[in-house]
């Protein structure tokens, strides 16, 4: 026989619930009529038992009209009675037709002397001791008397309406079957519609993302689980969707930033060899191409940088170091850049060592990127600004400027790869690469701690970090030296 496939949850989800309620519809019917008909033929049995007590009764009183008692019962309640001698002669006592036939046979000797055997009346389904007659008989039997010596007495009862009964009610528990069949196959479909329904839309969902496509979205109703997965494939196809937008920006950033430095120096090169710059102008075109070169040098190295801290590939040599002192040292690197511009240095320290756990070679990198940036873009003979204070064991370090700000509309997106506020607002002397706050907020990221950047446009910027504090027992054990991946 060929196995019945379904390949679909949807037709399984059918099947299996129709399948649930007809059988629990058909059982509930079955039993039931057996009970039913338990109990008719146990009603139908006790009255018997009634009248053939009654009976007995009355032939044992020994009443002159006992035969047309007898034959009154037997005609007012459609009944056979009969009266067996201990020789085996019969008295039937009968008005409908029907019961002739039953009436002419004969009990077999075996069932003669286990009735015979009982003074009291039992109950027994008669086509144990009669022939088929056509239609289903029920006898209750008793002696006439306790020793049996006046023989015993049948009273036997049409069961025809229990059977028809119990056949109607089967009948009826079958067309009932059908009708809750069709109705709970309205019900599961619906039913499994709506939970198969939404696997389908993200079923789509999904083969939409793979091509490429992050636009479609799930339609979410409810609470369930279901509602649930379709929020996040949700927020994952919109995090697909920057992160998409994101490579092609990243793509495109990086093309321009490498095509244009290499534009540059392939024209001023190809105009040095062809003669069209005179030789006594060379030094002042190599030391454009030396800029440039040197800007795609430190380009590429921050591209290196953010790929590594992005894969975590970067591992975190943990310390405990003084952060006021690695400041310190940091600020002695653009010593010149500060006098070029006509800077002010101020720092401002709550306390005169404030010790760290972390990384201070990334840390410094943090440093010189945020003074970098200050740097670049505060006019001259304004003032920069470095500061930390502790509270509990978080250590909140401040770089402060003075310079142009940056745009409201600006300040959510300083930390993305590539985005720079210079494009359109500031002038084309201080462009940078758009990578250097991306490392910072990474790295800090990396560390566990939290990055802040607070401007207005003409108002000067402040970006303020986060390190953890170090303890006095880490600053006493082992130097507080670890690894973290």
Not at 84 to 94: L, T
Request: charged letters at 20%.
């Amino acid at each position: 026989m060929r196995k019945i496939r379904f390949r679909t949850i949807f037709s399984r989800m059918m099947f299996m619930q129709c399948l649930t309620v007809s059988l629990a519809v058909l059982l509930v019917g079955v039993v039931l009529a057996i009970i039913v008909h338990a109990q008719k033929v146990g009603e139908f049995g006790t009255q018997l038992n009634r009248y053939a007590q009654t009976v007995r009764e009355e032939i044992v009183s020994g009443a002159a009209d006992a035969d047309s008692h007898l034959r009154f019962v037997a005609s007012g309640n459609d009944l056979l009675i009969e009266r067996i001698g201990v020789h085996g002669d019969v008295e039937a006592y009968y008005s409908n037709p029907k019961w002739e036939a039953c009436a002419s046979q004969s009990l077999s000797e075996t069932a003669y002397d286990r009735i015979a055997s009982s003074a009291k009346p039992i109950c027994a389904d008669t086509r144990s001791y009669f022939k088929s007659v056509g239609f289903p008989v029920m006898t209750a039997y008793c002696t006439v008397s306790d020793d049996a010596s006046d023989g015993i007495l049948l009273v036997s009862g049409d069961c025809t309406s229990i059977r028809t009964g119990t056949t109607d009610m089967i009948l009826w528990t079958l067309l009932v079957s059908v009708i809750v069949l069709i109705a709970s196959g309205v019900v599961s479909y619906y039913n499994a519609y709506r939970v198969i329904h939404p696997f389908i839309e993200m079923n789509h969902a999904v083969q939409c993302y793979s091509r490429g496509d992050f636009s479609t979205r799930i339609t979410v109703e409810g609470r369930d689980e279901a509602s649930q997965l379709g929020k996040s494939l949700n927020e994952m196809g919109e995090q697909l969707r920057g992160l998409e937008e994101t490579r092609r920006s990243f793509v495109a950033n990086v093309s321009h930033e490498l095509r244009s430095p290499l534009t540059s120096m392939k024209g001023f090169l190809e105009a040095m060899q062809d003669g069209t710059i005179p030789e006594e102008s060379f030094p002042e075109y190599i030391g454009i191409v030396l800029n440039e070169t040197r800007r795609m040098v430190t380009l590429v190295n921050d591209l290196l940088d953010l790929a590594r801290i992005e894969s975590g590939t970067i591992q975190l040599n943990y310390e405990v170091f003084d952060i006021n002192e690695l400041i310190r040292r940091t600020l002695l690197t653009f010593e010149a850049r500060l006098i070029e511009n006509e800077m002010e240095m101020e720092v401002r320290f709550a306390q005169e060592q404030c010790s760290v756990f972390a990384d201070p070679a990334q840390i410094g990198q943090v440093l010189r990127n945020l003074i970098d940036n200050a740097i670049k873009y505060s006019p001259k003979n304004r003032s920069i600004c470095i500061s930390t204070y502790s509270m509990r064991r978080i250590v909140y370090v401040t770089v402060r400027d003075n310079g142009i700000g940056i745009p409201q509309e600006d300040v959510p997106h300083v930390f993305d790869r590539f985005y720079k506020v210079e494009k359109a607002h500031t002038p084309a002397p201080q462009m940078g690469s758009g990578l250097g706050l991306s490392i910072v907020k990474r790295i800090i990221e990396q560390h566990g701690q939290s990055i802040t950047v607070r401007s207005a446009r003409g108002r000067g910027t402040q970006f303020t970090f986060t390190l953890e504090r170090a303890s006095a027992m880490k600053r006493v054990s082992d130097g507080g030296k670890r690894n973290v991946t």
